[in-house]
C-alpha cells in the first residue's frame, strides 16, 4: 500500500489535470485515484473542493465528497470533516451528494450520528439510487454479495440491528 501511495503522490501532478475532464467517469476515477496520495500540502483536498464547486454532476460531486474523507481519514484536517458535515446538511444539494458526504463524515468522527443525519440518510436512499451510486468505486468496494454499497453503508452505520441480507442467504440454505 505504501508504495502504491508513493507511486500516486509522484503522480499527483500529472493525475489532478483529469479532475476537469470532459468525461464524468474520468473524473470519478481520477478523483478515486487522487484520494490514495499523500498530500501534506492539501493540494489534491483543495482541487477537490475546487472541482466540487464547479462540477455540475450529481455522481462526480459525490465522488469528489468522497475522495476529500478518504484522503482526510488518511490525513486529518478538521476544516475537512466540518466541510463534509456542511454538506450533507444542504438541503439544496444533490441527493447523491448529500449522501456521500454524510458517509464521509460519519468515517471521519467519533460522534454518533445526529438524528437529523439519520432522517436524511433514510429519506435519500432507496434501491435506484443505490444501484446508480454503484458507478462509485467507493460505493462499489462496500457492497455486500446482496447489498449495494449505500444500502450497506446506511445498515452498518445507522441501522446494525438490521440483519445482514448475506447472514440470512446463507442462513436460509441451511
Excluded at 5 to 26: E, K, N, V
Excluded at 52 to 69: H, S
Amino acid at each position: 500500500m505504501a508504495a502504491a501511495r508513493a507511486a500516486i503522490t509522484t503522480a499527483t501532478t500529472a493525475l489532478l489535470p483529469l479532475l476537469g475532464d470532459s468525461d464524468p467517469t474520468i473524473r470519478v476515477d481520477a478523483a478515486y485515484v487522487l484520494a490514495t496520495a499523500a498530500d501534506p500540502a492539501h493540494t489534491i483536498r483543495t482541487a477537490l473542493a475546487n472541482g466540487f464547486a464547479t462540477e455540475g454532476d450529481a455522481t462526480v460531486r459525490a465522488a469528489l465528497l468522497l475522495a476529500a474523507a478518504e484522503i482526510t481519514r488518511a490525513h486529518p484536517h478538521p476544516p475537512t470533516v466540518r466541510w463534509l458535515g456542511e454538506r450533507w446538511h444542504d438541503r439544496a444539494e444533490a441527493p447523491e451528494a448529500r449522501l456521500s458526504a454524510a458517509v464521509g463524515w460519519l468515517c471521519l468522527t467519533d460522534q454518533s450520528a445526529p438524528e437529523e443525519l439519520r432522517r436524511t440518510v433514510d429519506t435519500l436512499t432507496d434501491d435506484e439510487r443505490a444501484h446508480a451510486m454503484e458507478a462509485l468505486p467507493w460505493m462499489s468496494a462496500a457492497s455486500g454479495t446482496n447489498e449495494p454499497g449505500l444500502l450497506r453503508c446506511r445498515r452498518c452505520m445507522l441501522h446494525p440491528e438490521e440483519p445482514d441480507p448475506e447472514e440470512v442467504l446463507w442462513d436460509s440454505l441451511f
